[in-house]
């Protein structure tokens, strides 16, 4: 994203603190009695307000049986306002649906999300609230509790740990100085994703745009002069169209002669639709033009969001770390089972999601089919790269200045779904930069328990898009 969304003002809110009184209705007045019963099980369980673009109503069943509610209104403090929720939409037992309501209206820092049955009348749930959300207003249970601060989680379980994620940020584990790891303004803005493989450094630039980069003989990194890389390849959709919105790129365990893998959020020639897409490319090939050979386009499995607030960070996992660790496959419930999945990638893609914070999993099949097995929260109001460390078998999820720099990261636990393990500031010596790309050095890298860490800044801040500092082995 060109810009980061603006950085959420600390108000001091005690959590737990119910922002304004919930509504809810116990029998809905003039509606047949078996109906009113499951229309009543709908309840509104999130509700993201940042005073921007994000302006989310979460909606959740905490009943037995699945309710269909198309045509069901959701309108804000304004009788005027309407949002009508798509024909064919229905909620299982269980299930979370979000809407991004902020193309219909805004959600304000005094404000009340209301959720009525088609007839638009008849009230089946609410909640008020007197401050924006920090990041997001959630129901603790989910569907049944009181509202209270927590992380944002749009879309899956509702994060109702101390400090939105059950841990405290604490110093960064390596040194505090970061220094400049480019020469002046090589890339301008728009630098975001990034991956390393060894001695070359791979970047996803937001205009469409793939960069090789090698050491350049004093700690960092210049383009590749070769085979046409000097300028950086642009990439296109399959078949030669479009400029996708490359924000994050990663590589399985063939490494480039597997293909690099970039995810979009849209094309930039039709910007104001969401695209949510992982492309595959052959970085072998020779020209100044990347064509994508595959297409994954998700955007119909997901919660819709806005254009520019999509995909931005994504990472493989192989699926023998998977395997071992007792990963649970969240499409069959049960242990993860690469031999289910026919021919893929060897392992699971990871991509994070900028406006809500949420991090999906899924199996990218040779023929172009994919299966979702996780969604999960990230802990932040935003995810935007993400990290595979196989040394260390834990994954990393980032934050830009919307979240201060955060970096999380998380370890499939006993249940076999990933959680946070841990959170860290930023380094000390680095400022709150608009950091949309991480990179981590590998284990042969490391030097008296320390290998080099790279960040790309999405806004070229001082002329410099790259910088580098460490982190512990």
Known sequence: MTASIARRRRRGLTRFLVAGPLLTVGALTGVPAAHAAAADDIRVNEVVTTGDVNDSIELYNKGTATIDVSGWILKDNDNSSKYKIAS???????????????????????????????????????????????????????GTGAFEEAALTLGVPNDCGTDGGGTTPVTWPGSGTVATADASDVFGQDLSGLYQEGDVLWGAQNSGKLWRLVRDGSGGWTPDTTSGWSSGKTLRFPGGSGSPDSEGVTFTGSGSAGRAFVASERNGDASGTSRLSVLKYDVTADGSTLTSSREWNLTSDLPSTGSNLGFEGITWIPDTYLSDAGFKDAATGTAYDPARYGAHSGGVFFVGVEGTGTIYGYVLADSGAFTRVASLSSGMSGVMELQWEPQAARLWAVCDDTCDGLHRTLRVDASGTFTPSAVYNRPSGMPDYNNEGFALSGSDECVAGSKPVYWSDDSNDGGHALRKGTTTC
């Open 88 to 142: 064919g939409t229905t909620l299982a037992p269980g299930a979370y649906r979000a809407f991004d309501v902020h193309d219909k209206f805004g959600l304000g820092s005094a404000d009340k999300a209301r959720l009525y049955l088609a007839d638009g009348t008849t009230l089946v749930d609410s909640f008020s609230w007197s401050e924006h959300s920090d990041p997001s207003w959630s129901r603790c249970p989910d």
